[in-house]
């Protein structure tokens, strides 16, 4: 006999609630971090297009399943699956989903953590003007020095993890809504001022020509494949923080209004985000495919030499805290919500025990850029392993479960009921889901597994 536990979760206050929970797990890294170099590397305006049509073909259709899935199953993503699945009449297994999402989020943040952590160190240089006067040498040894040290690393990383988990523990009113009531107005102005700085000082034309003007002959399959899989790290799919987002979600609330909302807003910072930034490497003849080292080598040579760059850069890097930890406390939430339902844990001890457990990972990552940098598997240091485990394995991999039981296992009249759409918009979501959204995420898995 199989128990499913019943529903003990507060819900969201208001739909905006929601909508800024849900957006800022999306805005992360990946806008800031991740979006402009990879566009950077692969040519700008025609990957940006691509990218687009990714996020509308593919990340708005499994973004409403995920949302729907989890508003049903009422449950963290683990227990949810496996009450749609009993619901279905389909095999209790489909729980399994659940985990796979939940160990996923457990793995990112481990990594994630490490990188936000960079970003909060990258404060303090730009706060007592480590890039000012420095050539393009003296910017990468402050980079390199910082990655030689398991020290100042797992410092950051240390009270990165602290103040996630101090909003994560006071739970979904007090602490997740909290938190982004403040943090994301405060991040959509620090990313306008920042727009607005690069018009005005940057080779602002330079830069939007390059993001805007689409050069097709730069685009090739693996461009295409790259976009896709960032159309899904980028709105957060496909490992349950979407989920147990919506498992938080009043049942009166438009699913799919409100997505279209969240993935706009997503898109538009990770466009505002190259606004910010290449107007400023063109103004500096900077190399913008420079790839990762973008936004920590590229961008401080910009800021060290520009005028108000110590402003500037400092508010530069606190967007990127910001941005990354509105998302780093939904990576946790699916594991904390399962401890409290499975395990009947308060929020404080399931904090204390996943926090402790993706601190001491993280800590393994931090040695993999120093003290371990020789011990790889697969040619991957730790670092390396779980980023490509999880962008490039797990939530594919999720994704494609997602929309396989959305489209295919539950029933239509239960995904209609929940959804509530008209008749024809619903059809196309269908479609959406049963064919395109499966039959692009299995493409990107093959190329991942090197099939072609
Ligand atoms: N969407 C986040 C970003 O773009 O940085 C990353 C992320 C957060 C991925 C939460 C997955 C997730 F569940």
């Known amino acids: 006999m199989i128990n499913t536990p019943k529903t003990t979760h507060s819900e969201w206050s208001s739909r905006f609630a929601f909508i800024l929970a849900a957006t800022g797990s999306a805005v992360g890294l990946g806008n800031i971090w991740k979006f402009p170099y990879i566009t950077g590397q692969n040519g700008g305006g025609a990957f940006v297009l691509v990218y687009l049509g990714c996020v509308l073909a593919l990340g708005i259709p499994i973004m409403i399943a995920e949302i729907m899935l989890g508003r049903r199953g009422h449950l963290s993503p683990v227990n949810s699956m496996q009450s749609l699945a009993i619901e279905a009449g389909a095999d209790s297994r489909w729980r399994y989903l659940g985990w796979l999402g939940m160990i996923a989020g457990f793995l990112i943040l481990a990594y994630y953590s490490v990188i936000a952590g960079w970003s909060m160190a990258y404060i303090s240089k730009a706060f007592f003007g480590s890039f000012f006067s420095s050539d393009a040498s003296d910017i990468k040894n402050l980079f390199d020095d910082l990655m030689q ?11 990165f993890m602290l103040i996630t988990l101090q909003v994560v523990m006071r739970g979904v009113k007090g602490g997740l809504e909290k938190a982004v009531q403040l943090l994301m107005p405060a991040l959509f102005f620090i990313l306008l001022i920042l727009v607005g700085y690069a018009m005005t000082s940057g080779a602002y034309n330079e830069g939007i020509k390059f993001l805007f003007s689409p050069d097709f002959s730069k685009i090739n399959a693996n461009a295409v494949l790259t976009a896709m899989g960032h159309a899904f790290f980028t709105l957060s799919l496909g490992m349950g923080s979407i989920m147990v987002y919506g498992s938080y979600l009043p049942k009166h609330i438009s699913i799919a209004k409100t997505t279209f909302v969240i993935a706009g807003a997503d898109t538009i910072v990770a466009l505002l985000a190259g ?15 420079s790839g990762p080292g973008l936004i920590f080598q590229t961008l401080p040579l910009a800021f060290g030499k ?15 805290f910001l941005a990354a930890l509105t998302s780093s406390i939904s ?8 401890l409290e339902e499975s395990h009947q844990w308060d929020r404080k001890k399931a904090c204390i025990w996943a926090g402790s457990g993706c601190w001491l990972l993280g800590i393994a990552v931090v040695f993999s850029f120093n003290i371990w940098s020789g011990h790889k598997l697969f040619d991957k240091n730790l670092f390396e392993l779980l980023d490509y485990l999880t962008a490039n394995l797990m939530l594919p991999l999720g994704g ?6 959305a489209g295919r296992i539950m029933k239509t009249r239960d995904s209609a009921q929940e959804l509530e759409m008209p008749e024809s918009d619903y059809k196309i979501w269908q479609f959406l889901i049963q064919y395109v959204s499966p039959a692009a995420v299995f493409l990107v898995f093959l190329h991942v597994l090197g099939v072609f």
């Open 306 to 320: 520009m005028g108000g760059g110590w402003l500037f850069g400092v508010l530069f890097f606190v967007l990127l």
């Open 275 to 289: 606004i910010a930034i290449f107007p400023l490497v063109f103004a500096n003849q900077l190399e913008v495919g």
């Open 331 to 338: 990576l946790i939430e699916p594991t904390i919500a399962w």
């Open 400 to 405: 494609l479960a997602i929309a396989w039981f």
């Open 149 to 159: 040290s398991p020290i100042q690393q797992i410092f950051w990383h240390t009270v």
